[in-house]
């Protein structure tokens, strides 16, 4: 038998993304809408399937769906750029940024996709650490930054796993000191109080990345999209595949953006659902992290993290369990979900504590 091909050296030691998926009465571990978009977006979108001329290519450039999406942030068109999840927007400023001979930096506890995306695109990853209560420490950026001079600096805001929001300030100095790309990953922006997006302009090199998987409720759509300077954008057309934007997704994106307020009043219900479980969590014997996303990252005290995460899966209530992740011993992490989901798990977790 002949020997099999092997993959890149510097890929060996990876691994894929993964989220358990198993069968429960309430699933809380994948960050996700806990309900769908409204009926008369799925009759909107349904009306224009049926009118798609499926033997054509899409529209390369997703011209409609920029235009929408660049009058929603009041920026100009040739700012915007889509593409299948916020996580292929990473990858493609990855491919154009990043590469063989260059570097990224990211700050642990962070999401883990910036480094899984940087490393299969061939860019070596630099680590730096959150400070001690898990925030961003703009001294250790700067340590940082001036050993490795990054082609790319992500932060993540709020952060993920952490639910933690990014300063504007630290942000501005952050995207001041970069000596490339600084990318913020607001794939959780619009549960948070401000964004910096109202950092974008054309003499900073600074990119916001934005997800239609959770305020929109669409994650099965796997749309994402960028803002950024134009230059940018215009570079990126050197290496995104040809008609990488179905015509389905960018009809279900622009058809989303019709439903503009019902998306708000969704994002507000989750926000003060939030604030609910946050208040109820802390009567319990956990340490909490503060959160501006939909989810929120807690450390049980009296039992180890693991055993909780169990303790939860045997009452059919999935939450994630982030204590393998860099400095998160025992950390737990909760999706916000609907009141009675949130209040089965709060009623186990109390249970079992």
Request: proline share 6%; with cysteine.
């Amino acid at each position: 038998m002949r020997d099999r091909p092997k993959v890149r050296d510097d890929l060996v030691a990876l691994e894929g993304y993964h989220s358990p998926q198993v069968d429960v009465r309430v699933r809380l571990n994948t960050n996700e809408a806990p309900s769908g978009p409204p009926q008369a977006f799925k009759d909107a979108l349904a009306a224009e399937l049926s009118r798609v001329e499926w033997h054509r290519y899409p529209d390369r450039a997703a011209t409609e769906l920029r235009e929408g999406i660049a009058a929603l942030h009041n920026v100009p068109v040739d700012q915007v750029f889509v593409a299948n999840g916020s996580n292929e927007v990473i990858q493609t400023l990855c491919l154009a940024y990043g590469g063989a001979g260059r570097s990224c930096a990211l700050f642990e506890p962070t999401y883990l996709m910036h480094a899984q995306i940087a490393s299969v695109a061939g860019t070596s990853v630099v680590l730096g650490q959150r400070a001690e209560d898990l925030s961003l420490d703009v001294d250790e950026v700067k340590r940082v930054l001036s050993r490795s001079s990054p082609s790319i600096t992500f932060l993540c805001s709020p952060n993920n796993p952490t639910g933690m929001v990014e300063p504007p300030e630290a942000v501005k100095e952050v995207a001041d000191l970069v000596p490339g790309l600084l990318v913020v990953d607001e794939a959780y922006g619009q549960f948070a109080e401000w964004s910096a997006l109202e950092l974008v302009d054309e003499d900073r090199p600074l990119v916001v990345t934005r997800t239609y998987s959770k305020t929109w409720s669409m994650a099965g759509a796997r749309l994402g999209y960028l803002v950024a300077p134009s230059w940018l954008v215009a570079e990126l057309e050197k290496v995104v595949l040809p008609y990488h934007l179905d015509v389905a997704k960018q009809i279900a994106g622009r058809v989303a953006l019709r439903f503009v307020d019902e998306m708000n009043e969704r994002v507000a219900a989750l926000v003060a659902e939030r604030e609910r479980l946050v208040a109820r969590l802390s009567t319990l014997p956990v340490t909490v992290w503060p959160s501006g996303a939909n989810f929120v990252l807690f450390r049980p005290e009296t039992k180890p993290g693991r055993e909780v995460w169990q303790a939860l899966l045997d009452r059919s209530i999935l939450v994630r369990d982030t204590s393998g992740w860099p400095r998160l011993d025992g950390c737990l992490r909760v999706t916000i979900g609907t009141a009675e989901e949130d209040d089965a798990f709060l009623d186990a977790l109390e249970e079992i504590l």
